[in-house]
């Protein structure tokens, strides 16, 4: 057992040495008392104790935001940019890479699809990683993936070398794998409570700007010329800006960016860091999400809603093709605008959160809204007037795009104190099998009974993750420890750190090293 002195050393700020007649020594007496109940092995009971032995036991601790933390979200989102920007630079021209490299529509469709698929198999060691290494390291391997590829890709721009740009576009899906996880930890790490949910939505702003990128430059960049070495020049200079933009980033990252600030910028995270875990174990961790009920539910309609995004980025110009021929760049202003659309939706809800902590029922309506864009988009494709697709497809892309934050920032709350990392991991894994099963299926059903009905397919989908996103019960943990630890009331705060324990599965008593 330890001794009333080491406790008292140990878990708290002051240190001033007093005579046993003052009130501190009286504390200590409540201590020894205190210590008395309380066992190693992690009781059940709930000990008493008195207002002034929590407050000296368990005071705020020093927090800070540095100016510096936007440099590294900005970073982070122009890396984040490029790796969807090159994503996107096939799918929005398929029309016209499948005429330059002589392939079908479902070749074209898996340089998009390989995204996904590559994820699937790599997210659980990269998220390990993360754990592991830290976020600084995890970025400087995505970067490097991101850019090896860039310039793979760059001696592709011959009809006879799709196999080689296949590889390049694998090479870039890796890089993915090291971008999706992190806006909720670099949110986590580097801002407040109050703009947490805010950076996190920056943060995915920086992958749906490079897939609006990659809707708006590459039919600008690769106009649907006849002459096949005219085009090849044109696809060439593409590879070219995107391989010379990766490797800027690529630099940027390893000379700039940094692991974390010195000094946690939340009392959630001060927490983190005063108590961590004693021996994590990160199969542990992820055994306890899946047993985690509600997250499990967020999983699964995260993965619907996300991956019917994927499938309608992906097929969007075959969708606006048939119905309105030669009309590639208007296509491409049309994923722009679905996209640009969502990102001031992410931005909002970000903003929102943070005011508000309302999740549950800001992530329902969300959604609603979301299948709502989707029906409305569905039956007014084919009126005839591409000026009404780009009305429903930003109505669409303002609450389908605006979601993906808020599923991150969710999955943090419900799942406080567990790694951001493997949450998000989790996430987006859920999201690349849907993506991979819903741009497949859509592109069958479409083959066999136009756009309409693969439009009526996701739909159905989109009903049925409104659905289970209504039944998800909320238990936002990290929000009920930053605000425990801000009141300072002496059960709470003792609670906030036997939550922590429990939680973690560590010895919620067990004094510092």
């Known amino acids: 057992m330890t001794s ?5 050393h140990d878990w708290t700020y ?20 205190c210590n008395d109940h309380l066992s190693l092995s992690g009781s059940s009971d709930t000990p008493e104790v008195s207002d002034q032995d929590t407050a000296q036991l368990f005071p705020m601790m020093e927090t800070k935001l540095y100016k510096r933390r936007w440099v590294m979200l900005f970073i982070f989102s122009t890396y984040s940019m490029s790796n969807a920007f090159m994503w996107m630079q096939y799918g929005i021209i398929s029309d016209i890479f499948m005429r330059f490299y002589n392939i079908d529509g479902l070749a074209i469709n898996w340089l998009s699809m390989i995204y996904f698929l590559t994820y699937i198999p790599f997210i659980l060691p990269v998220t390990w990683l993360l754990d592991k290494r830290g976020i600084r390291d995890i970025i400087i391997m995505g970067s490097a993936f991101n850019c090896i590829g860039a310039w793979i890709k760059t001696g592709t721009a ?9 590889l390049g576009q694998f090479v870039c899906s890796v890089a993915t794998v090291h971008i999706l996880g992190i806006p909720s930890r670099l949110a986590s790490l580097w801002f407040g409570q109050k703009e947490v949910s805010t950076a996190c939505s920056i943060g995915v702003l920086g992958n749906q700007l490079g897939i609006a990128l990659g809707f708006l430059i590459p039919p600008v960049l690769v106009p649907n010329v006849d002459d096949i070495d005219e085009l090849a020049y044109h696809i060439r200079v593409m590879f070219y800006i995107s391989a010379g933009v990766a490797t800027a980033i690529f630099i940027l990252v390893i000379f700039v960016f940094e692991e974390q600030p010195e000094i946690p910028p939340s009392q959630a995270q001060a927490q983190a860091r005063k108590f961590p875990p004693q021996n994590p174990s990160y199969i542990a961790s992820i055994l306890r999400l899946l047993r985690n009920k509600p997250f499990m539910l967020l ?6 809603n996300v991956g019917s995004f994927y499938s309608i980025s992906t097929l969007l110009n075959r969708m606006i093709i048939d119905r309105y021929p030669g009309a590639e760049v208007m296509a491409g202003r049309i994923g722009l605008t679905l996209v640009i659309t969502g990102m001031v939706g992410s931005l909002v809800c970000g903003i929102w959160l943070d005011k508000t902590k309302t999740y549950r029922i800001t992530t329902f309506v969300i959604y609603l809204l979301s299948l709502v864009g989707m029906v409305v988009y569905t039956f007014t494709l084919d009126l005839g007037h591409l000026w009404v697709v780009f009305v429903t497809g930003g109505f669409l892309g303002l609450f389908q795009t605006g979601y993906l934050p808020l599923g991150f920032e969710y999955a943090v709350e419900l799942t406080y104190p567990e790694s951001e990392g493997t949450s998000s991991g989790l996430l987006n894994c859920s999201a690349q099998i849907f993506g991979i099963i819903f741009t497949i299926a859509q592109g069958k059903i479409m083959d066999r009974w136009g756009t309409l009905g693969g439009n009526i397919f996701l739909c159905i989908f989109l009903l049925i993750g409104t659905i289970m996103t209504g039944f998800i019960k909320s238990d936002l943990r990290r929000q009920k420890a930053n605000q425990q630890a801000e009141v300072q009331s002496p059960t709470d705060s003792l609670a906030s750190v036997q939550d922590y324990g429990a939680i973690s599965s560590n ?7």
């Open 299 to 304: 999983v699964i309609s995260y993965g619907v």
């Open 507 to 513: 010895v919620p008593w067990q004094r510092l090293p």
């Open 14 to 33: 002051d240190k001033t040495r007093v005579d046993d007649s003052s009130p501190a020594s009286n504390r200590r007496s409540s201590s020894r008392e």
């Open 4 to 8: 009333p002195d080491e406790f008292s």
């Open 158 to 166: 011959i009809p006879d070398m799709f196999a080689v740009t296949f």
